[in-house]
């Protein structure tokens, strides 16, 4: 099966630091996703992309959180500087223009925290 | 602004009992989908049940069906004959829009669901 890729797994850091996480889409799919969930907040989506142009990132603290597509099996989620806040994780899905239930496939997360 | 709205934190069943959790939604569009996601224990995000705003019959996926009731703008989640393996959260998404998966998804706050022996 297809699988959305994303890395690390698990981060801790140290507040002030930058974070990098990545994902890599389903090769075919055109929109990549990227959600934080929270106990509090719940999934909040951050900012999205459809043929690597960002469509949305309404939902991304824009001081500290940016968000990029460098190429069609790239997308990153940077945090500069983290604060004890971001801990939570991070989901990227991507998506196609099939009809139906089936078109999103998440990855497994990133779980970040941040001490 | 789209809107789904679960109302139960938390539920518990027993085993082999049916089981009905609550959503509701808010759009404004015509033209909308709404999706059930299970998410474990483990973390991951799995998708069981879609239903599409102009489908006439209520979806069925195995022991999951939905119950769409589109003046009522709800699409609960039946499951049946509930398993063990079904203790985890459940979230309600609503995608507003025609494209398949290539318009945003939002979630509700999701229903915890713990299935007793």
């Known amino acids: 099966d297809a699988r959305v890729t994303q890395t690390p797994r698990h981060k801790v850091t140290e507040m002030g630091q930058e974070v990098t996480m990545r994902c890599q889409p389903i090769?075919?799919?055109?929109?990549v996703f990227w959600y934080r969930q929270t106990m509090m907040q719940g999934l909040e989506l951050l900012a999205y992309f459809r043929n690597r142009a960002p469509l949305d990132d309404s939902g991304m603290p824009k001081d500290r959180f940016s968000a990029e597509m460098p190429d069609a099996t790239l997308a990153t989620l940077k945090i500069q500087p983290s604060e004890p806040r971001d801990s939570a994780v991070y989901f990227c899905?991507?998506?196609?223009?099939?009809?139906?239930?089936?078109?999103?496939?998440f990855g497994s997360g990133t779980r970040l925290t941040v001490v | 602004a789209q809107k789904i709205t679960q109302t139960q934190p938390g539920m518990f069943v027993q085993e082999k009992e049916a089981v009905t959790l609550d959503c509701t939604y808010d759009t404004s569009d015509q033209s909308y989908g709404l999706f059930w996601y299970k998410q474990p224990s483990s973390g991951e995000m799995i998708f069981l049940i879609y239903?599409?705003?102009?489908?006439?019959q209520n979806a069925t996926e195995g022991r999951y069906s939905l119950n769409f009731q589109k003046a009522r703008k709800s699409a609960n989640l039946v499951i049946s004959a509930s398993q063990l393996g079904d203790s985890a959260m459940y979230f309600c998404?609503?995608?507003?829009?025609?494209?398949?998966?290539?318009?945003?998804?939002?979630f509700g706050t999701g229903t915890l669901l713990a299935v007793q022996p």
């Open positions: 899905a991507s998506g196609d223009a099939r009809e139906g239930g089936y078109g999103y496939t």
């Open positions: 239903q599409g705003s102009y489908d006439e």
């Open positions: 998404a609503m995608r507003e829009g025609y494209g398949g998966a290539t318009n945003k998804l939002i």
């Open positions: 090769l075919g799919h055109n929109t």
